[in-house]
């Protein structure tokens, strides 16, 4: 297996960054030029969904995957072996010591020490520091390489300087709330006041707004000839919740479990995901409806970094020859919570208190429209597909897993 020396993958993973604040995938709210760039040259994968709640255990899942050539091998550990050097760069201490990335040659901690109020300027903020120490970092990146980029994001400080906040409400909305920590509390979706989500909104609009602006500082260095033969990856690995549901943020247990469905809404598991490829590949930009998740890019790298070029090719296509890169079903566990999403629906249950809610799918982006009472022949298949999942966990994976025919398409 051979690799072509000037290759380089950059994943740019960012902790809790939503879709929905994104202007490729419909937000109007503020601009995100710089990440629209990434989607303008390669492909965007408008249903990526996350199946896991925590980040550890999807980091585990996805740095121990199989290799696409090697069943007996993760994908990383083959991609080490043909000569390509493997980083993981972060800025959290407790992810540096993970053992779930064992599998990289060297794990590098940033030196990013959080504000205890709003920055100032923005060259004081975390994203700021971050960024800056990230771009040393990939100009001297190696030519033979791959460095998967976990940015805490908003997962860390909303330490936006308040101004920015300002620029970013309309004239008759209240003051922007002054908080610099992500916020996580239970909000009453039927009594709460609005604008307590209103400032939480704007205060997620500022952080957005400036991460835009270093994705395009970096977006510029990686334009340069030593990165011609880069593959960068724009992803999320979980979702910041915003109230829609009656959640803010991560509350502590003891409020949260106050609801009976969680953390399986689309403001929780629905991904970003942007790959865009060297100018040998490029073509039109692909925009991808099929059902994935973010465990699509270890194929991609290890077929990329190792020249499987006819592999990468056939993303521009299809997007649909390589492992996990179109899902009949996605299974999301969080007890007591189970999601089964499909193409056509999304089914939620409780299973301790067997409340359930279902949604059609891709058209209720958000799920403001429970339909289970509609569809009773729905819920039932749903239901026996959950105690098959049960005894089985790894059921959706399996090669020829095929759906019942009502559960792929919708009849509503």
């Not at 996350?50 to 585990?60: D, F, G, I």
């Not at 239970?186 to 704007?202: M, N, Y």
């Not at 059902?291 to 296509?317: G, H, N, Y």
Request: glycine share 6%; with cysteine.
């Amino acid at each position: 297996m051979s690799t072509n020396p000037s290759r380089k993958v950059i994943v740019l993973a960012v902790d809790r960054l939503n879709p929905s604040q994104i202007g490729a995938y419909g937000n109007t709210c503020h601009s995100t030029d710089a990440v629209n760039r990434i989607a303008s040259r390669g492909i965007l994968f408008d249903q990526a969904v996350v199946p896991a709640a925590n980040l550890e255990s999807s980091y585990r899942e996805m740095f121990g995957a199989a290799s696409v050539n090697a069943a007996e091998e993760s994908w990383l550990a083959s991609v080490n072996r043909a000569g390509v050097e493997s980083m993981f760069i972060c800025d959290r201490e407790w992810l540096a010591e993970s053992d779930a990335l064992n599998g990289f040659d060297s794990v590098v901690q940033l030196s990013v020490k959080p504000l205890d109020r709003l920055a100032s300027r923005v060259s004081q903020t975390g994203l700021a520091r971050f960024f800056a120490q990230l771009i040393d970092r990939l100009e001297s990146m190696p030519s033979q390489s791959m460095a998967w980029v976990d940015c805490s994001g908003m997962a860390g400080q909303w330490d936006a300087p308040y101004e920015l906040r300002e620029s970013l409400a309309d004239p008759d909305d209240p003051e922007p709330p002054k908080f610099h920590e992500p916020p996580g509390f239970v909000f009453d979706t039927k009594d709460g006041d609005p604008d307590a989500l209103l400032g939480v909104q704007q205060a997620m609009d500022a952080q957005v707004r400036m991460l835009d602006d270093f994705v395009g500082v970096l977006l510029d260095v990686l334009d340069q000839p030593e990165f011609a033969d880069t593959m960068f990856c724009l992803t999320s690995l979980r979702g910041y919740p915003l109230g829609q549901h009656g959640l803010v943020g991560s509350p502590d247990a003891d409020s949260a479990q106050a609801l009976s469905l969680k953390y399986g809404y689309n403001e929780c598991v629905h991904s970003p995901l942007m790959v865009c490829l060297p100018e040998k590949f490029a073509g039109q930009s692909i925009r991808s409806g099929k059902l994935v998740t973010p465990m699509v890019l270890p194929a991609l790298i290890q077929s990329f970094l190792c020249r499987a070029d006819d592999q990468v090719e056939s993303w521009l296509k299809e997007n649909s020859t390589l492992p996990q890169a179109d899902r009949a079903m996605i299974v999301f566990e969080n007890r007591p919570e189970l999601v089964l999403q499909t193409h056509a629906w999304k089914f939620m249950l409780n299973v301790e208190t067997d409340e359930c809610e279902l949604y059609a799918k891709p058209d209720d982006v958000w799920e403001v429209n429970d339909v289970s009472q509609r569809c009773p022949n729905e819920v039932r298949l749903f239901r026996e597909l959950v105690d098959r999942v049960l005894k089985n966990p790894d059921l959706a994976n399996r090669v020829g897993f095929q759906l019942p025919e009502d559960l792929v398409t919708r009849h509503v």
